[in-house]
């Protein structure tokens, strides 16, 4: 059975987009893979972050990991940090990565314009991030595909290390859905839907309330036309909107356009709202039942154990081919 890796970051409210474009895939994934999701806390440090607040957001991400259907016996949930072998990788892969191929990641260019004070975390996240993915032999990562770019430097990464020392790492493919891969701000949908975006009706999260949602739905921006046409260039609000229906509601897109033709965007509006609810609903039943129980706690314990077990025996075949440590 081949191993899928995927961590997602504790910081702020998890969107919709972040649902559909990578972890409503995991639910698909976990009968025929073998999973690990990670709760990647020591990624989100590149930026300051209130520790309690923090805390929080870690107890949260993983309360609705196990929300959207995530089974603990078929895949492995843990957080990072409970993990050092995470770190320990990290400074390895940092010292087999070059720095002119950090510094012309998009991420890190975007996030460093026009700042003084630049984390040198920021410049090495993607040797972070490719000891997350090369300790469990991962084979696949599903991704959306603002993500591309760190997973082919984790396969540079991992050749270099292969060709340097010996065979060690498994070569992760990439994983990106055709459809619903990036989904659009509901403000601006020429941009890609963001937790981190300071206009709250852009996106809809997934503890959204229903009134929240069906007012972020209602307000989203689509153009003049009043035909729900899928159209990318020329429509891409209504396109945008057209991708979460379909998506959710596990019909086509042509379907959807037949359905709504000849009427204007507030019915299409409104059954969206009420599919996205629906949607939602269980999430957060499942979720409220979670957040402060014992169980989500004995889950990530026991994730963090098997985890473990896994990570110390890769980083130990590491170390042996690159000649640390007394043992040969």
Same mark, same amino acid.
């Given at each position: 059975?081949?191993t899928i890796f995927s961590g997602i970051q504790p910081s702020g409210n ?20 073998? $999973?690990?999701? $990670?709760?990647?806390?020591?990624? @989100? ?49 940092? $010292? /087999?990565? &070059? ?44 991704? +959306? ?22 065979? /060690? ?10 459809? +619903? ?38 307000? @989203? /921006?689509?153009?003049?036309? +009043?035909?729900?046409? &899928? ?13 979460? &229906? ?19 965007? +507030? ?13 939602? @609903? ?38 042996? @081919? ?7």
């Amino acid at each position: 059975m081949k191993t899928i890796f995927s961590g997602i970051q504790p910081s702020g409210n998890v969107t919709l987009g972040n649902y559909i474009g990578a972890m409503k895939q995991f639910v698909e994934l976990q009968d025929d893979y073998n $999973c690990y999701f $990670c709760i990647v806390d020591q990624h @989100a440090i590149t930026v300051h972050q209130d520790p309690q607040q923090l805390r929080k957001s870690i107890k949260s991400l993983a309360a609705l990991y196990v929300a959207i259907g995530l089974d603990p016996e078929r895949a492995t949930l843990f957080i990072q940090s409970e993990v050092p072998a995470h770190a320990q990788l990290g400074w390895i892969m940092q $010292c /087999v990565a &070059y720095i002119g191929e950090l510094e012309r990641m998009t991420q890190f260019k975007d996030k460093s314009q026009g700042s003084e004070a630049v984390s040198a975390g920021l410049l090495t996240y993607p040797p972070l991030m490719a000891a997350d993915i090369l300790l469990y032999n991962t084979d696949v990562v599903p991704v +959306g595909e603002d993500q591309k770019q760190h997973l082919e430097i984790t396969r540079d990464l991992a050749e270099r290390f292969n060709k340097k020392y010996r065979e /060690v790492f498994t070569i992760p493919e990439v994983k990106i859905p055709k459809v +619903g891969a990036r989904i659009m701000s509901l403000q601006e949908p020429t941009k890609k839907m963001s937790k981190s975006d300071p206009n709250q009706k852009s996106f809809i999260t997934l503890l959204d309330e229903p009134k929240q949602i069906i007012k972020k739905i209602k307000s @989203a /921006v689509t153009d003049s036309e +009043g035909i729900v046409k &899928y159209d990318k260039e020329n429509k891409p609000g209504v396109s945008n909107l057209l991708s979460i &229906y379909s998506i959710l509601a596990n019909v086509t897109i042509e379907e959807l356009e037949q359905k709504y033709e000849g009427k204007g965007y +507030g019915d299409f509006k409104q059954d969206l709202a009420n599919v996205v609810v629906d949607a939602l @609903a269980p999430i957060q039943e499942r979720y409220n039942e979670l957040i402060n129980s014992d169980e989500l706690d004995q889950i990530l314990d026991a994730g963090a154990e098997k985890a473990n077990k896994v990570a110390f025996k890769m980083i130990k075949k590491v170390e042996k @081919a690159m000649g640390l440590g007394r043992k040969r």
